[in-house]
C-alpha cells in the first residue's frame, strides 16, 4: 500500500498544543519576558538580561523569605506526614464507622482557603477568639499580631489542622489496597505490629505517601492565601514568605522586572525540590536500613 | 505469658496428629440456619506426615478450613487438636503452621535472604542458626543465586518458592497448608514445582494439606484426598477409591474428565431400566427406604460403544478429540451420556448401542451411593 506523506495528523495534536500553549507555555513565557527586562510604563521595555536574576539572588530579602519558606514547609511536612500515616493507621477498616471518618476527615479540605484563614483569624484572636482569649485566660502569652513564635505556631497549626486530612485520605486509600493476605502471611511468619508496619504497609503505601509528600511540598511551598489573611506577613516579616514577598514586589511597589525574575526562580525551585524528592523516594522504595545483604 | 508458655509446650512435644472436631464455621454474627455456614459440621483427622489435598469447587469452603487449621480464622462451632492439645483459640504464630497463598505472598523491600530469615528472626533464632538454615534451605529450593536480590524483582514461581521456603525454614514446624499455591504459576512450570514439593515432602515428612480445585493437581500431590462441596465433606479417599467408587454423584462428576455419567433410573427387582429401557447389567442393592431420586452412576471409561443387540440404542450427538483418547457424545431417549473410545477404533456411525461395564455401575440413591449387598 501507497504511504501518504502529509501532516494531516497535526491537526490531532493540534488542540492539545493549543491548550498548553495557552494555560503554561505563553503565561509562562510572559513572565520570563518581563524578568529580562525594565520598564517605566507606558509600555516601553528595555533589556537588562540577568540583572534582575542577579539582584534578586543576592538580596537579604529574598534569602530571608526563602529560608522561612523552606522552614514552614519542612515543619508542616514534618508534622503532617507522620500524623497522617498515624491517623490513616488507627482508622476503622470496615463498618459504618468509615465512612463517618471518610466524611469528617475530608471536611477540612472542602473549605476555601480564604474561608480558612478568616476562621484562624478569628479563633485565634485575643479580644474575641476563643483559642487567643482562652489561651491569654490562662496565662499563656498569645498574640499572634506581636509574637513571632505565636505567629508561626498558629499558621502550622492551621495548615496541620487544613491539609493533614488530604495526607489520611492518601494514606488510607493506599492500606486498604492490602490484600489482606499479606497480614495473614504476616501473622503465619511471627512478625511483630512493628515488623508488619515497616515491611508490608509502609512499601506498599509508599506510591501514596510519595503523592503525599509532593502535594503537601508544593502546597505548603506556595502558601499565600493563608498567611495574607492571618497575619499579613507580620509581625514585621516574620511570615512573609516567599509568594507573600512576590506579591508584595509585583502589586505593591509594581517592581515587575524583579517580581517576575523571583518568579520564575521560584517556579524552579519547586520543580528542582518536588524532582529531587521523587528521585530519592522512587529510587529504592524506602530501602530497609538495617537488614541483611 | 500464656501463648509464651504454650508454644514452647507444643514445640517440645513435637506434634504428630491435627484433629478437627465438630468444627462448623459461618461468617455471620448470628448464623441461624444451616445455609448460613460456609462450613458444615465436620470432624476430619490428619495424619502426621501425609500429603493430603482438599478438593472442590470455588466457593465450597476448603479455604475456611484452611484458615481454621492455621488459626487465622477462628471457628464457629468445634475444637482444632494438635496431637490431643485443645489450641483452638491459639493465634496461628504460636501453632508451628506454615501457610502459602494463592497469591506469592513476599515482602517487597527485603532481599531474598532476609525473606527467608524473616520467620526466624520473629522468633529469635541466634543468627548463625538463621544464616545456616537459610542458605542450606536456598540451596533445596534452587534460589541460592537469588539470595542478594531484591525478592519483588523475582518471577511469580519464584516468588511462590520463596513463600514456601518461608514456612519450610522454621524446622519445627508441624504442617504446611498450601491455599491453591500453583494459580498464577506458568503451566510447564506447574509441573516441576509440583514434583518439587513432593520432594520435599519425602524430605521433610511433613504434613501437607493442599488446597486446590484441580483435580490432576489433587490427584498427583496427595495420598489421601478429601472432596468438598458446599461446605461439606462428601468423601475422603485414596485417588484410586474417588475414581473407581465416588461416594458421591457430587465426586463422580467432579473428578474425571469428562466425569461420571450420572442418570436417572429405576430398580425393579435385579434390573436397572433407564428412561423405560432394560439395560446389559443387573444389580445387587437394597435402597434405603424413602429414597426419592435413584440414579445410576458409570464413568465413560466404562461405557463401551457397540453394535451388539443388546446394547442400549444411542444416538451419536458428537466426537471429540481430547488428545490423549475420545470422548462420545452419545443420547438416549432424552439422557446425555459420554464414552470414551479405546484407541483405534474407527468412529461409530451415527446410531449405536452402548454397554456398562457390570462391575462399575453403582447406584446412587439421593445422591448417596448405595453399597452393593454381599
Same mark, same amino acid.
Request: aromatic fraction near 10%; charge should be negative.
Given at each position: ?21 495557552? =494555560? ?14 525594565? =520598564? ?104 499572634? =499580631? ?7 505556631? =498558629? ?139 | ?35 448460613? &455456614? ?43 487438636? &494438635? ?19 494463592? &497469591? ?271
Amino acid at each position: 500500500m501507497q504511504k501518504t506523506h502529509d501532516h494531516k495528523a497535526l491537526w490531532l495534536v493540534a488542540p492539545a498544543l493549543l491548550l498548553v500553549a495557552f =494555560t503554561a507555555v505563553i503565561p509562562l513565557m510572559t513572565v520570563v519576558n518581563y524578568s529580562v527586562q525594565d =520598564t517605566f510604563g507606558n509600555n516601553q521595555f528595555f533589556w537588562v538580561g540577568a540583572e534582575w536574576y542577579r539582584e534578586i539572588l543576592q538580596s537579604d530579602r529574598f534569602h530571608a523569605a526563602f529560608l522561612r519558606q523552606i522552614a514552614f514547609s519542612a515543619t508542616v511536612l514534618a508534622i503532617e506526614i507522620p500524623l497522617g500515616l498515624a491517623i490513616a493507621l488507627s482508622m476503622p477498616k470496615k463498618g459504618i464507622s468509615v465512612s463517618v471518618c471518610l466524611v469528617l476527615m475530608a471536611l477540612p479540605l472542602l473549605i476555601p482557603w480564604n474561608v480558612v484563614g478568616t476562621i484562624w483569624q478569628i479563633f485565634a484572636r485575643v479580644d474575641i477568639g476563643l483559642l487567643g482569649y482562652t489561651l491569654n485566660g490562662l496565662g499563656v502569652d498569645y498574640n499572634y =499580631t506581636q509574637n513571632v513564635g505565636a505567629a508561626w505556631a =498558629t499558621l502550622i497549626i492551621m495548615d496541620v489542622w487544613h491539609w493533614t486530612s488530604l495526607v489520611v485520605l492518601l494514606c488510607y486509600a493506599g492500606l486498604v489496597a492490602i490484600p489482606p493476605v499479606y497480614y495473614q502471611a504476616a501473622r503465619i511468619d511471627g512478625a511483630s505490629r512493628w515488623a508488619v508496619f515497616r515491611y508490608i504497609e509502609l512499601p506498599k503505601m509508599s506510591r501514596v505517601l510519595l503523592i503525599a509528600v509532593l502535594l503537601r511540598f508544593m502546597d505548603s511551598f506556595m502558601i499565600y492565601t493563608e498567611p495574607f489573611v492571618v497575619t499579613g506577613g507580620g509581625p514585621g516579616n516574620a511570615t512573609t514568605f516567599l509568594s507573600v514577598d512576590l506579591v508584595k514586589m509585583a502589586i505593591g511597589q509594581f517592581d515587575l522586572g524583579p517580581a517576575a525574575a523571583l518568579s520564575v526562580i521560584y517556579f524552579l525551585i519547586v520543580i528542582l525540590v518536588s524532582w529531587a524528592f521523587y528521585t530519592i523516594m522512587t529510587r529504592e522504595d524506602f530501602e530497609p536500613s538495617g537488614g541483611v545483604r | 505469658m500464656k501463648l509464651a508458655l504454650l508454644s514452647s509446650l507444643l514445640r517440645a512435644v513435637e506434634m504428630a496428629q491435627i484433629d478437627l472436631n465438630n468444627i462448623a464455621h459461618s461468617y455471620l454474627a448470628a448464623p441461624s440456619s444451616e445455609d448460613d &455456614f460456609a462450613l458444615k459440621k465436620l470432624n476430619v483427622s490428619w495424619q502426621d506426615g501425609g500429603a493430603y489435598a482438599l478438593l472442590g469447587p470455588s466457593g465450597c469452603g476448603k479455604t475456611t478450613l484452611l484458615n481454621i487449621i492455621s488459626g487465622l480464622l477462628q471457628p464457629t462451632q468445634g475444637a482444632v487438636l &494438635f496431637d490431643g492439645a485443645d489450641i483452638t483459640t491459639s493465634p496461628p504464630e504460636v501453632r508451628n503452621i506454615a501457610q502459602i497463598f494463592q &497469591f506469592p505472598v513476599i515482602y517487597d523491600t527485603m532481599t531474598v535472604y532476609h525473606n527467608l530469615a524473616f520467620p526466624l528472626q520473629n522468633r529469635k533464632v541466634p543468627k548463625h542458626e538463621i544464616d545456616a538454615r537459610v542458605r542450606r534451605l536456598a540451596d533445596m529450593l534452587e534460589l541460592s543465586k537469588y539470595l542478594p536480590r531484591k525478592a519483588r524483582d523475582l518471577s511469580a514461581d519464584e516468588k511462590q518458592k520463596i513463600s514456601l521456603g518461608r514456612g519450610l525454614v522454621r524446622e519445627d514446624v508441624t504442617a504446611i497448608l498450601f491455599d491453591e499455591p500453583l494459580t498464577v504459576i506458568d503451566p510447564q512450570l506447574k509441573w516441576s514445582l509440583r514434583s518439587q514439593l513432593k520432594r520435599l515432602h519425602a524430605e521433610f515428612n511433613h504434613t501437607m494439606i493442599y488446597v486446590t480445585h484441580d483435580q490432576t493437581e489433587a490427584l498427583t500431590f496427595a495420598d489421601q484426598i478429601i472432596v468438598m462441596s458446599e461446605g461439606e465433606v462428601v468423601q475422603t479417599a485414596s485417588p484410586q477409591e474417588l475414581f473407581e467408587r465416588p461416594a458421591h454423584t457430587f465426586v463422580g462428576q467432579f473428578i474425571g474428565s469428562p466425569g461420571m455419567n450420572v442418570l436417572p433410573c429405576a430398580l425393579d427387582g435385579h434390573h436397572i431400566s433407564l428412561a423405560g429401557h432394560t439395560i446389559n447389567v443387573g444389580c445387587n442393592v437394597t435402597l434405603p427406604s424413602g429414597a426419592e431420586c435413584i440414579e445410576l452412576g458409570v464413568r465413560p471409561e466404562f461405557v463401551k460403544v457397540t453394535d451388539n443387540n443388546d446394547a442400549l440404542p444411542v444416538t451419536v450427538e458428537a466426537i471429540e478429540d481430547a488428545g490423549r483418547y475420545r470422548i462420545a457424545r452419545l443420547r438416549f431417549r432424552g439422557l446425555q451420556l459420554a464414552a470414551i473410545l479405546p484407541d483405534g477404533a474407527p468412529p461409530p456411525s451415527e446410531t449405536a448401542g452402548v454397554l456398562f461395564d457390570a462391575d462399575n455401575v453403582h447406584i446412587y440413591a439421593d445422591g448417596h451411593l448405595v453399597g452393593k449387598r454381599a
